[in-house]
Structures are given as C-alpha cells and as structure tokens.
C-alpha cells in the first residue's frame, strides 16, 4: 500500500450511483480517483477551461464551442459533476455550470506542495554535501 | 444573467459535524488558523454586524511588505443565520482603496449532512459589479502574493477539522 491509501469498501452497483450518492466515498482516495479521472480527458479540460474563462454557462453555451451532441456534452459534464468540479444551479428553466476549483487545489495542497517541498529540500540537501566535500 | 457571470460557487466535503464547520466559519479562535487568518466578529441575526479584524501574525506579515493595513480588513452585515446550517452576509474588503470602492458583495455559506459522517460546505460568493475583489477571492492574484482566494481557505478548512493541523502547522 502506498502511504496514505486506505482501503474502501464500495458497495457493488458503485459505477451506477448517481452523484446524489458521491458521499458515500467523497472523503479520501476516492476524491482524487474521480477528479484524475475527469481530467484525463480533453474534452472535458476545454469544458472547464470554458467555464474558467466565464461562469454560469448554460448547456447550450457550452455545446456551441464543440463538434459534439449534445447528449455527449452532458455526459462528460455529468463526470465533470460527480468529480465535483462543477456545480450547476437552476435557474427558471435554465441549468448553469459553475467550475468549482477546489478539489484541484486540494490535490495541488496534497500532492504538488509535497512534492514541490521534497525537491526544494533535496536540493538543498545537495547543496550541502557539495559544500562539506569542498 | 449577469449576476450569474460575476457569480463563483465553491464546494468542499469535509468530515466532520454542521456544528464543527459552523464553529470554524463563525468563531475568532478558529477563523484565525486558517486561510488569510483574522478574528471574525458575528452578530448572528439578521441586520448584526460581521467584521474581520487582522490577527497579529497578518499585520506583522503586511507591514514587513510596506503595507499599512486597518483595523478591520473586512465588513458586512449579517442578512440571514440559521446555525449550523445556513449563513448569508454582505461582504466588503477594506484591505485597499480599491477594493473598499467597489459595491457590497454577497455571501451564502451552506452546510449540509451528507452521511456517512460527511457534510458539504456551499460557499456562493456574488460579486456584481466588484471585479478586483472578485480576482483576490478566486485566487488568480495568488502569485503576487494576494492568497490564493476561497479554495485556497476551503482547502485549508478542510485540512484543520480533518486533521486538527493547518498547513503550517
């Protein structure tokens, strides 16, 4: 097991739950696995570049900019949701998409700020073993 | 519609209690260890006054950088309580001029027990008409030094009731 991996128990139907269910495993390992997941794609990074550019865009918005039905757009938007990327609110008839940053940032406090950490100490770790062999 | 553009919505799932989140958002000795820091001030009823006053370690780091800054770096006035479950206030940052010049925002924080020992936290944040604010709490100034804006809080909060630490910690 890598370090901080915990082991979930996931009820069977779990690639059938609808996002209304996404608690049941929001909390850890299954977060991140859902937000990569969404990413790897490009069609759904342009979504979110989209929405980054400018918030609050209808379906119909966001389709305009893609060679795509529109059934494909929401299903990528409905994987973008789950991940919970983006948020979308009612409004009259109209659903809007909002871009919700911060389960990227939590993966960028997790992980980039570690990573990053973990560099700038092995240089300097270096810095000093070149220093002392002088 | 256009209140809609200017509009930035934010989610985070925490696992803790309503009343663990409520706390961290309404309470001084928690708003001070997370995010930008600062002692909030609620008077939580609908027309009481909200207010943040810096904390020592955020004035100290400002006025190393040559900033001056006030005595209260943001005020609002409550619109809507409903512990530990809904908080609506006005918002405005009167960290500098600009900022202080432009209209009164709006902000909606929603709690909600999603189960299994988790809640969600719905932070909606109106900014009509209030662009520089606007480009401080979406976190896009963050390289020069302004935060990273409410993900960057959100996240921190998320790691403080977690894990009782906060980054620097």
Redesign the interface.
């Known amino acids: 097991m890598h370090p901080g991996q915990t082991t979930l128990t996931l009820d069977p139907p779990f690639s059938r739950l609808t996002r209304d269910h996404l608690v049941t495993y929001s909390s850890g390992v299954m977060d991140d696995d859902l937000v990569f997941k969404a990413l790897a794609d490009p069609t759904r990074r342009f979504l979110l570049d989209r929405l980054f550019e400018r918030d609050g865009r209808t379906l119909s918005e966001l389709e305009s900019g893609l060679e795509m039905t529109r059934f494909g757009v929401m299903k990528h938007l409905r994987i973008l949701e789950d991940a919970g990327l983006v948020i979308t609110r009612k409004v009259g008839r109209e659903k809007h998409h909002f871009l919700n940053p911060v389960p990227i940032r939590l993966i960028h406090d997790r992980w980039i700020d570690k990573f990053a950490e973990r560099q700038i100490s092995a240089l300097a770790d270096l810095k000093r073993e070149l220093e002392n062999d002088r | 519609?256009t209140t809609?553009?200017t509009?930035?919505?934010?989610?985070?799932?925490?696992?803790t209690t309503p009343q663990a989140i409520w706390d961290a958002i309404t309470m001084p000795e928690w708003t001070a260890r997370y995010g930008y820091t600062g002692y909030v001030e609620y008077d939580l009823h609908p027309g009481g006054t909200y207010r943040v006053r810096p904390t020592e370690g955020f004035r100290a780091a400002a006025e190393a950088m040559g900033n001056s800054i006030p005595d209260v770096i943001i005020d609002g006035e409550v619109l809507e309580a409903d512990p530990p479950h809904k908080l609506v206030t006005t918002f405005r940052m009167l960290m500098d001029p600009t900022m202080a010049a432009e209209p009164v925002t709006r902000i909606t924080q929603e709690i909600r027990e999603?189960?299994?020992g988790?809640c969600?936290l719905?932070l909606t944040h109106e900014l009509e008409g209030a662009p520089v604010l606007a480009s401080i709490v979406g976190?896009s100034l963050e390289d020069e030094g302004a935060g990273?804006g409410h993900?960057?809080i959100?996240?921190?909060l998320?790691?403080l009731l977690?894990t009782g630490k906060t980054?620097a910690e």
């Open positions: 519609m809609l553009m509009t930035q919505i934010y989610r985070v799932y925490i696992k999603t189960g299994k988790v969600s719905t976190g990273g993900a960057w959100l996240s921190e998320k790691t977690e980054f």
